[in-house]
């Protein structure tokens, strides 16, 4: 049995029930074989990869607090903190009832890579709880939110583990994690990311996972000989990263004519109307059935079925393993020439086998999405140099980080014989730099 193969059999051996973080370190080790295979003796002796799929530390804690009734709620508080070779833990707190250790594993070992290809000197991590903020009064929000910061502030530091926002945790809850940080600490320090303006935010933080994507995708378009304006395009997702890959694609000359959130889904022909997206998304935070009363042209569509729409370009952004093979095989049928993941490993191993393999341009979510956390990492530095960037300044920054990203995925896959597979080349691509950090410094 391939060094490989051990090591995957080992963390399914000993991480039982966590099939997501199975996926993920499947889906990675599996593309690195031929760059261990030149290394195999060594990586095997040092146990890199054992290394690699372990977490440096994780914390796991009870968050007690007090809901508007006066019960006592308690929910379970999590911090995998996974790499940190070449930098400071770097990864979001993703607040949502179906979080678990898991699926925080299966983020936080993503993020490495993820990391990594920005160029920037940020680590890998991940967080958050099962607790879940919809229809929580904002008093509950915030009782929530400083009963998880005096645990976690124990754990995070602006040169340690800087958290941010993920699903679940916006502008509200990093606000009021930020403010329980202080109070406990005595300090005002870049620990979190994702702040508003007032206290160390960064300007293009909250558009910048959209906008990443978008701009990586255009790039893999441009080299692939393909101009992004006139294609109609698919998004699944009506949350922070949907709202602005759709406002950024609509701005590069496309037309995107889907949107969902978890009751269901909109097709509006005419294009999404982005302000009204926002209106109900970030102002009244209400379902997408509000979107007919502006837009009475549009179809509103309970459940699932963003993917049977026939479009050039499909952007996945909503949550992981939302795109099935079915889907996949739909989006074939109907013309699709490229899929990007905006949410993180929205498409599942097998539709993205099938993606591969019917010739689909495939962008996955390590390189494609990876805009919002370079803008954070441009955040933390704005912090430590008690600096503030202009909106043109950050976004030419995040264009400049997205589009060389795309070009050292692509010459990874190439150097490999893996021409066009930009899973493999991503990942190869964000392991070399971890891999040299690690072995440099030694059994840690």
């Excluded at 979080?99 to 940020?122: D, M, R």
């Excluded at 000359?253 to 209106?279: F, H, M, N, Q, R």
């Excluded at 109900?280 to 509103?300: H, N």
Aim: hydrophobic content about 40%.
């Amino acid at each position: 049995m391939s060094y490989v193969n051990e090591v995957i059999d080992r963390v399914i051996r000993e991480n039982p029930n966590e099939p997501e973080f199975h996926q993920a370190v499947k889906e990675v080790l599996l593309s690195l074989e031929p760059v261990v295979a030149e290394h195999e003796e060594q990586f095997r002796r040092d146990a890199l990869l054992e290394r690699l799929v372990n977490p440096e530390r994780q914390v796991k804690f009870r968050v007690p607090w007090i809901d508007d009734k006066g019960q006592v709620r308690v929910n379970t508080g999590y911090r995998v903190q996974f790499n940190s070779a070449i930098g400071p833990y770097k990864g979001g707190l993703r607040l949502h009832p179906s979080v678990n250790l898991g699926i925080i594993k299966f983020l936080g070992f993503e993020q490495i890579f993820k990391n990594s290809l920005t160029g920037l000197p940020i680590g890998g991590g991940k967080g958050g709880s099962d607790f879940d903020p919809k229809g929580k009064s904002d008093r509950e929000i915030m009782a929530f939110c400083q009963s998880f910061m005096t645990e976690l502030s124990k754990h995070i530091g602006a040169d340690t583990d800087v958290p941010a926002g993920d699903i679940g945790t916006g502008a509200r809850e990093i606000g009021y994690m930020f403010g329980q940080y202080k109070r406990l600490c005595n300090q005002f320090t870049g620990v979190l990311t994702g702040k508003g303006l007032p206290f160390g935010g960064s300007l293009a933080r909250t558009e910048a996972t959209g906008y990443g994507l978008l701009y990586i995708t255009q790039e893999m378009l441009r080299c692939h000989g393909i101009d992004i304006a006139g294609k109609t395009v698919c998004v699944s997702g009506a949350g922070n990263v949907a709202i602005y890959a759709i406002e950024k694609a609509q701005q590069l000359g496309a037309k995107v004519v889907t949107c969902s959130d978890s009751t269901g889904w909109i097709y509006d022909p005419d294009g999404i109307d982005v302000a009204l997206l926002k209106e109900i998304k970030e102002v009244k935070r209400a379902r997408l059935t509000e979107y007919l009363a502006g837009r009475p042209d549009a179809q509103y569509h309970e459940g699932k079925g963003v993917w049977s729409v026939p479009c050039d370009i499909a952007l996945p952004c909503a949550t992981q393993n939302e795109l099935h093979l079915a889907d996949a095989k739909q989006l074939v049928a109907n013309g699709v020439v490229a899929v990007s993941e905006g949410a993180n490993m929205p498409t599942t191993e097998d539709a993205t086998a099938y993606l591969q393999a019917q010739g689909i341009l495939f962008l996955p979510a390590k390189a494609a999405n990876a805009g919002g956390v370079a803008t954070s990492a441009l955040e933390m530095s704005q912090n430590s140099e008690r600096l503030h960037w202009t909106f043109e300044e950050v976004d030419a920054m995040l264009k400049g980080i997205m589009v060389n990203l795309y070009h050292n995925v692509d010459d990874a896959a190439k150097k490999y014989g893996f021409d066009g597979n930009y899973v493999v080349g991503a990942n190869i691509a964000g392991f070399e730099k971890v891999m040299e950090a690690m072995m440099a410094q030694g059994i840690v």
